[in-house]
Nanobody, 132 residues
Framework: QVQLTESGGGSVEAGGSLRLSCTTS????????MGWFRQAPGKEREGVAT???????SYADSVKGRFTIFRDNAKNTLYLQMNSLKPEDSAMYYC??????????????????????????WGKGVLVTISS
């Protein structure tokens, strides 16, 4: 059974940093496209950062230069390092995985040959709150 478990959320002041972690079990996580998504109250969920099986990373324009997605294969863990945080980064952050071949990372999302991938598995999310 595939499980994704996020940790590392919290509250910080604007300009601060947080690192989110997503531990995975039940599949060979580095073989597929994985990423971080977020949803703020009253807004649609959006892709933040993704990494595919080739190690290609992608970011939403709003976080480029501030966030970094990376993984530790030995620990089966995906990370999101968030620097220079802004109040508009406040949201629930979710880890997700697409466990089919042929998925690739682009503009902070995972894509399949037909378009944006809906992702197969999701974590429960962690809350990130940035105060001004």
């Amino acid at each position: 059974q595939v499980q994704l478990t996020e940790s590392g959320g919290g509250s910080v002041e604007a300009g601060g940093s947080l690192r989110l972690s997503c531990t995975t079990s039940g599949y060979t996580y580095m073989s597929y496209c994985m990423g971080w998504f977020r949803q703020a109250p009253g807004k649609e969920r959006e892709g933040v950062a993704t990494i595919d099986s080739d190690g290609t990373t992608s970011y939403a324009d709003s976080v480029k230069g501030r966030f970094t997605i990376f993984r530790d294969n030995a620990k089966n863990t995906l990370y999101l390092q968030m620097n220079s945080l802004k109040p508009e980064d406040s949201a629930m952050y979710y880890c997700a995985a697409s466990v089919a071949w042929g998925r690739y990372a682009s503009d902070g999302n995972c894509y399949n040959p037909e378009g944006r991938d809906p992702m197969d598995y999701w974590g429960k999310g962690v809350l990130v709150t940035i105060s001004s």
